[in-house]
């Protein structure tokens, strides 16, 4: 216990401060005047941790964003766990998250929480804690706050709760019903979180939102459970951090929610009307620019896709054809044909051999061909082979002979 005993003199020091600051305005023993000590010393705890809530925010967003890859590590190295806490920490340290860090809120809390139950315990036992003297032990321990004592319990014997000048049914209502202030509470704020604050597309098959979703009822129970034991300044405690904590989270989700969620489609919906009322727009990359102005950068933009041509295509006929300006195709228009017309002269006709007569030079055995050095043909869609030029004249020797 000795090494807490500077912990308990912080916070009984903070708390007295506080009680001397409303001590002229309600009374030294007054229970306002120590109910709201106790209230400003959470309020200033949590002003403390606001850099801490803010990693928190985002260790959970990265987290939320990082389980399928968490998932598919988990998978592949299942028989290797060495391996996998490897994997894991690279990817974490890649990411910048600290799976910790979601926590640290609470975790830092979780001191001054216990410090504060061991203070008011020994207050209502009357024995000096921290910084406080018998004086402003006999002053608290006499304090009341809707009627109960801030040192009293729910579990608290009916004689012990007459001692401390209070009605057992008055502490048990007043403690019930702030224990079911401060488990709803708790709900609300992480039901708030899950609901308007996640993309249900990206957390339908999220292990670590089927995690949050369990929390959600498990702590408002466990809330329930041990708040029983708690006294009525400690319940005070926790629902105030409770509630600031609903806040501050509603006003972190309201600017700065998670992309997709509802929470976000709501923001666009608020900035595109208040855009909207002072002649401006919102585009979908989240600016705010003039209205004429984006109007014209469309109509620019759609100006310029009319403007571009595809490349075009040579059309059948062209193909069949062949060349531009009347010239003839390279190919045989002949159908069935594979033959390949020789390159045409200067003038656009065949070229025609030196010695070849131009009869010679344009036989074809079908309609269409094109003609060929001698001469050359189709029959029945097959190639006819060019007769050569030397056998002609030596058949027209032999008739002439």
């Not at 709760?161 to 502490?171: F, K, R």
């Not at 600031?244 to 923001?267: C, E």
């Not at 059309?315 to 190919?331: A, D, E, H, L, V």
């Amino acid at each position: 216990m000795g090494l807490l005993n500077p912990l308990y003199d912080a916070v009984s020091w903070i708390i007295l401060q506080f009680h001397k600051l409303f001590s002229p305005l309600f009374g030294k023993d007054s229970g306002w005047a120590w109910g709201l000590s106790i209230v400003c010393l959470v309020v200033l705890i949590r002003i403390c941790l606001i850099p801490l809530f803010v990693k928190q925010i985002r260790a959970t967003r990265n987290m939320q964003i990082l389980q399928p890859k968490i998932k598919e590590i988990q998978k592949r190295y299942k028989d290797d766990k060495e391996r996998q806490s490897q994997e894991m920490m690279k990817l974490y340290k890649e990411t910048g998250t600290n799976p910790l860090s979601s926590c640290l809120p609470i975790l830092v809390q979780m001191p001054f929480f216990f410090a504060l139950f061991h203070v008011l315990n020994r207050v209502s036992g009357g024995r000096t804690v921290g910084v406080l003297n018998q004086a402003d032990v006999d002053s608290a321990k006499q304090a009341h706050i809707f009627g109960a004592p801030l040192a009293a319990k729910f579990t608290d014997s009916a004689s012990k709760i007459a001692n401390l000048d209070a009605d057992l049914t008055t502490v048990r209502i007043v403690t019930v019903v702030m224990i079911l202030l401060m488990s709803a509470s708790q709900f609300i704020t992480q039901r708030q979180l899950m609901v308007k604050n996640t993309d249900p597309a990206a957390m339908a098959a999220n292990p670590f939102a089927q995690q949050q979703k369990i929390l959600m009822y498990v702590f408002p129970i466990m809330f329930a459970v041990f708040g029983v034991n708690f006294p009525v300044g400690v319940l005070l405690y926790w629902l105030t951090t409770n509630v600031w904590t609903m806040g501050q989270q509603l006003y972190v989700i309201q600017r700065n929610p998670t992309p997709g969620s509802l929470a976000f489609q709501a923001r666009q919906e608020r900035l595109a009307e208040k855009a909207r009322k002072k002649g401006k727009v919102l585009t979908p990359e989240g600016d705010v620019v003039d209205a004429a102005e984006y109007e014209a950068k469309l109509a620019a933009e759609k100006e310029r896709a009319a403007k571009r041509t595809q490349p075009s295509r040579t059309s059948k006929s062209k193909r069949k054809g062949g060349g531009t300006q009347g010239s003839p195709g390279q190919r045989s228009t002949v159908k069935g044909s594979t033959a390949r017309t020789p390159p045409s002269g200067n003038n656009g006709t065949p070229s025609i051999g030196a010695d070849a007569t131009p009869g010679d030079a344009g036989s074809t055995g079908g309609s269409g061909g094109s003609g060929a050095t001698g001469g050359s043909g189709t029959a029945n869609g097959r190639p006819r082979p060019a007769r050569k030029q030397t056998q002609s004249r030596k058949n027209q020797g032999r008739k002439k002979s």
